[in-house]
């Protein structure tokens, strides 16, 4: 491709003939691309042909510019390459802002991802609005791409001071150098990365413009990745039922008695159930190219073979009728194969089948994430990288070998020798067993194992466990609860194969691999059984700050509490500011020295022996390196954590939990090794900041961390523009950190304004890359539904990850560009999607309702209820067994009930009110929670005991809640109530009759409240019974004068056809003046007042 801006190309004939005559690239170009022509419709195409073999199109400068001259372009395309009558002119626009002609070509050959070519030539004047030419661009480009979704996507031009980038994320620019002066004018775009070399060629005559010259880079699809040939396993129902038949049979009690060691035991049953495998399931080896697709079947190779012959026919009689006819039936046999396919994919998704339909629609649409991993390699590189990986056993071997003699002194005590003989005989007594798993518990996560996981050391696959966890469990189930008795892991599961996988696209050095260790399928469920046990041990409130690994947390969490901390610091006073240290470890999980981790488990409180087999677990593990089909040799490690088992990411994060801040304005907010250390600084005062950094340092040194300096970066948030600051160097080592103006934290680019622009662009980016898989899936006229869930899966996830965070910050012109990602959709899936800032409100308010529900969340002290609210959340169930002391009740305020509760018996007054309360109410006779078994309190009251206290505890909850005490058995106690307190009916409210009232006084500011909550009809028939029985008791009376109302709110009782009444007592309590005692909160449980109260 030759472009160039020529200003008058009339002029520059002479020029471009003699290149195109004397320069064989130039004569050889596919492409001449030329902006400002400067031509009219008065000047004939074959005036400005340069030669016989180059047809020309062009788009003349109108009067709709504005301007009657200049502008204009024009391309012409080389005849040898793509003939006329392929060349279709998709569009011609001519506007005060753009100035474009779209070409659609069909050239003799093209590689085989590419059904066509789309040339776009652009021109922008200097004086146009720019975004407002990027706009109509964008529309153009979006409408293009949809209906030419195979095509090959050029655009290119003068486009002066525009850059596309900013509307199209997704395109690459391969214009490196400067066009006219200094400045890089002339661009050139495409959706394929490194496919062009642009090269710097003379302007023509007395053009400005340097000419640019674009030598094509790009490989085909096929050329780019070899085929791969791999062995697979044929799964199918009767080779399962085969190995489920072998296993029924297999005599594990053999294998228990041939040895003594727990390992040997494990490594017997292992290998029998790989023998198993091999023998009943079968093995085939298959062969797959880049670009093969899964709808090519029979049919179609029927139709290549017949149109093939219909044409060497043809050539031979000089009719090509039958070559027509056969064409078109491959194109039909093509369309019916894809009907086919699109078909069986919506037939899996109407069937619940989300593995197979997803792996489907990848396949379709070429949704493949880029390659990880070393496709080939030497022995030698596998040993290098295991030894790098090794690293940090040689600087932890004297702190490990403290630790490993106590461990293993603890592990001999407990069972000499390691032996499944002394675990049957000598062990730990059943109360020194903190966890004792269950076959149910083995065979239920058995058949929760993802079957696509990876294979580990020991051959045993997911696929095995799955399908055969009722004859797994029991073996494994022995095996598990062994390990934990004796506290050591077989060696079989400690083994790991780390496979490296490149952090950059082009590694050159050992530090660009983050290895991941394959470890056993077997060892993954165990350590999920021994991670359930763990988290239920460890207190609510252990370090709030680490967000990972934790119910109810996430990244967005960590970012909001990062954010709010750096916001209400700066709103606090003019010149504060706030310094942001992120923190990156080497390695993080692979420094972990298990005996420090057992000390510090202890501390958290886990059992010794849980703490023991933790230990041994970490130590003595083989590691070996696979890279491509080359391995190395094995070395034994006993430091880290290996990155793939379950438990290493909570082993880390309670390895870490002593980490804290030291002083108060300082915050360290992590996310398992994302570490932050933010410094509130006020009038300056850096030494806080400095000496925590410090502080940080001698720690990491402690617990054998390493702080990669180079990585770890600063940013500093200062809003205060008036005055010029001399920030002081954060030192690490000897070496100054960096500071950015922008890092990336948790997928979140934060910039030192807190402004959301370049975060925003990423996004744009990454996500109208996959909008041209969207555009795949509509040719196999698959429903709305599977490419609504395709774009929710695929794009709609990119735009709204962590959008809680940044959407509400973000600018107006950041939301409407995601917002054309969203309409972009739309016009391809042909349905209403939703609006972003739906998605946000929503999420927003998902949300804060977690973190209200949540009182140990760090962020929940930032929200307070309603009142209506505060209802909502304590309409809560009682449970089966407990006290119904219930307090009930509440006004009603239809012109002129009012009424109050009160403690003790005693009513309420004001004016002209009567209020009053009900005591115990048992339906029929004593409640089932006063059972015998429980310890009582009796509170005295006007009639003698007025209330049965009871000192609950869990385990009396439990007992009550299962059933435990029955109603026949009436206690002493009990029969010392008096008769009277006892109520008669379901309305009947008891000693509240006798009562004295009360007298309180409003507030002087108080106003009534004038609007009662919206019922139902149903609540208001409900209630209605319940409130004339207490009207004729005289517990309540009309009042309509009354200066003191509450607001009231019907409840149903559960499970019954019955209502009963909240009310809100905190609004009774600030309307009036506060005397003794106050009117109590309803949500109390009566059961649980001290009787000293």
């Not at 520059?12 to 064989?24: E, H």
Request: aromatic share 8%.
């Amino acid at each position: 491709i030759l472009l160039a801006n020529v200003q008058s190309l009339d002029n520059k004939l002479d020029d471009l003939r003699a290149r195109i005559k004397l320069q064989r690239d130039i004569r050889d170009c596919n492409l001449l691309c030329f902006t400002k022509s400067w031509l009219n419709p008065a000047v004939p195409n074959h005036a400005i042909q340069p030669a016989e073999f180059f047809s020309v199109h062009r788009m003349d400068r109108t009067a709709d510019s504005g301007k009657s001259r200049g502008g204009g372009v024009c391309v012409m395309v080389n005849n040898s390459w793509c003939k006329n009558a392929n060349v279709v002119t998709l569009t011609r626009s001519c506007s005060p802002n753009l100035e474009l002609l779209v070409l659609k070509l069909r050239p003799f050959y093209l590689p085989r991802e590419f059904t066509s070519v789309i040339i776009n030539t652009v021109y922008i004047p200097p004086q146009a609005n720019m975004d407002t030419a990027l706009c109509e661009l964008h529309e153009a480009l979006t409408q293009f791409q949809t209906q030419h979704r195979d095509a090959a996507l050029f655009v290119l031009g003068d486009f002066n001071s525009a850059n596309l980038k900013h509307a199209v994320p997704n395109l690459y620019q391969h214009v490196t150098f400067p066009t006219r002066g200094n400045r890089t004018l002339d661009h050139c775009y495409t959706p394929y990365k490194d496919s062009y070399k642009a090269l710097a060629h003379p302007p023509f005559g007395k053009s400005d413009h340097a000419a640019i010259f674009l030598l094509p880079k790009y490989k085909q699809r096929l050329k780019r990745k070899a085929p791969v040939q791999r062995e697979v396993v044929r799964w199918t129902d009767q080779s399962v039922a085969a190995l489920q038949d072998a296993l029924d049979d297999a005599a594990w009690d053999m294998f228990r008695r041939s040895t003594d060691d727990v390992s040997e035991f494990t490594e017997a049953v292992v290998g029998f159930i790989g023998k198993l495998v091999d023998d009943t399931i079968p093995r085939i080896t298959i062969k797959k190219f880049s670009n093969q697709k899964p709808w090519v079947d029979r049919t179609i190779r029927e139709a290549l073979n017949s149109r093939t012959a219909a044409y060497n026919a043809g050539i031979i009689s000089g009719n090509m009728d039958e070559y027509k006819s056969a064409a078109y039936g491959v194109r039909r046999a093509v369309r019916e194969a894809k009907r086919r396919y699109g078909k069986k994919l919506e037939t899996q998704f109407q069937q619940s089948g989300s593995r197979s339909l997803w792996q489907g629609l990848r396949t379709i649409t070429d949704y493949r994430s880029p390659p990880s991993g070393l496709m080939s390699a030497d022995e030698s590189l596998a040993n290098e990288l295991n030894t790098f990986f090794a690293r940090f056993e040689a600087t932890s071997n004297s702190a490990n070998a403290n630790g490993a003699s106590a461990n293993s002194t603890n592990a001999n005590s407990a069972s000499p020798n390691g032996t499944i003989g002394a675990a049957n005989g000598t062990g730990p007594t059943i109360e020194q067993r903190p966890l004792i798993i269950t076959e149910s518990d083995v065979r239920r996560v058995f058949k929760r194992v993802n079957t696509r996981k990876a294979l580990g050391p020991d051959g045993i696959c997911g696929r095995v466990l799955k399908a055969c966890a009722d004859q797994l469990a029991p073996v494994f189930t022995d095996i598990f609860n062994l390990s934990l008795t004796l506290g050591i892991v077989p060696s079989i599961f400690k083994r790991s194969t780390i496979v490296p996988v490149p952090k950059k696209p082009r590694p050159s050095d050992l530090n660009d691999y983050r290895h991941v260790a394959l470890t056993s399928v077997v060892m993954k469920c165990f350590e999920k059984l021994v991670r359930v046990f763990i988290t239920s041990s460890l207190p609510a409130s252990m370090d709030p700050l680490q967000f990972a690994y934790r119910r109810n947390r996430s990244t967005d969490d960590a970012i909001a509490h990062l954010l709010h901390t750096t916001l209400t610091h700066l709103n606090e006073g003019r010149g504060n500011y706030v310094k942001m240290l992120f923190v990156d470890y080497s390695s993080a999980f692979n420094t972990i020295i298990p005996s420090l981790l057992t000390t510090k488990l202890g501390d958290l409180g886990l059992h010794t022996s849980l703490c023991d087999w933790i230990s041994n677990f970490l130590t003595d593990r083989p590691q070996s390196v696979r890279v491509g089909n080359c391995a190395s040799s094995t070395l034994t490690l006993s430091t880290g954590a290996p990155q793939g088992c379950v438990l290493s990411p909570l082993l880390y994060s309670l390895y870490t939990y002593d980490c804290t801040a030291t002083s108060s304005s300082i915050i360290i907010v992590k996310f398992a090794d994302d570490t932050v250390v933010m410094g509130l600084i006020s009038d300056n005062d850096e030494r806080a900041y400095l000496e925590e950094i410090k502080h940080l340092e001698n720690w990491c040194q402690e617990n054998n961390l390493l702080l990669n300096v180079s990585k770890t970066k600063e940013l500093i948030v200062d809003c205060s523009k008036k005055q010029e600051r001399h920030y002081q160097p954060v030192r690490i080592s000897g070496t100054t950190v960096d500071r950015v103006d922008s890092f990336r934290y948790l997928g979140v680019h934060i910039s030192q304004d807190l402004s959301w622009s370049r975060h925003t662009n990423s996004l744009a980016k990454k996500a109208r890359q996959r909008l041209y898989h969207l555009r795949r899936l509509r040719d196999f006229r698959l429903p709305s539904k599977v490419l609504r869930n395709f774009y929710t899966c695929t794009i709609e996830s990119i735009l709204t990850g962590n959008i809680t965070v940044w959407f509400g910050n973000s600018t107006k012109q950041d939301r409407q560009a995601l917002q054309r990602v969203v309409r972009s959709a739309e016009r391809i899936t042909h349905t209403e999607l939703p609006e972003l800032q739906t998605i946000y409100c929503k999420r927003c308010q998902t949300k804060a309702r977690r973190i209200v529900k949540d009182p140990t969340h760090p962020n929940n002290r930032l929200f307070s209820l309603l009142r209506t609210m505060l209802h909502r959340m304590h309409r809560s169930t009682p449970l089966r067994g407990y006290p119904s002391c219930h307090g009930t009740l509440a006004s009603r305020e239809s012109r002129g009930l009012a009424s109050q509760t009160a403690t003790g018996g005693n009513n309420l007054t004001s004016g002209s009110s009567h209020l009053g309360h009900a005591t115990i109410k048992p339906s029929a006779g004593p409640d089932r929670g006063y059972a015998p078994q429980f310890p009582m309190v009796a509170v005295s009251g006007p009639e003698g005991v007025i209330m049965v206290h009871r000192h609950w505890t869990a385990d009396d909850i439990m007992k009550a809640a299962d059933g435990l005490s029955k109603p026949e058995e009436e206690e002493e106690e009990l029969k010392t109530v008096p008769a009277g307190l006892w109520a008669q009916g379901k309305n009947d409210v008891g000693l509240i009759k006798g009562c004295e009232p009360v007298h309180i006084t409003p507030k002087s500011d108080y106003r009534p409240c004038q609007h009662q909550y919206p019922l139902k009809l149903e609540a208001v028939e409900g209630i209605r019974p319940v409130f004339q029985s207490l009207k004729q008791a005289g517990v309540i009376v009309p009042c309509p004068d009354s200066p003191v109302r509450t607001p009231i709110f019907p409840v149903k009782k559960p499970g019954r056809d019955e209502w009963r009444f909240v009310q809100d007592l905190q609004a009774v309590n600030t309307a009036v003046h506060p005397r003794a005692p106050e009117v109590p909160n309803p949500h109390t449980i009566l059961s649980q007042i001290p009787p000293d109260s």
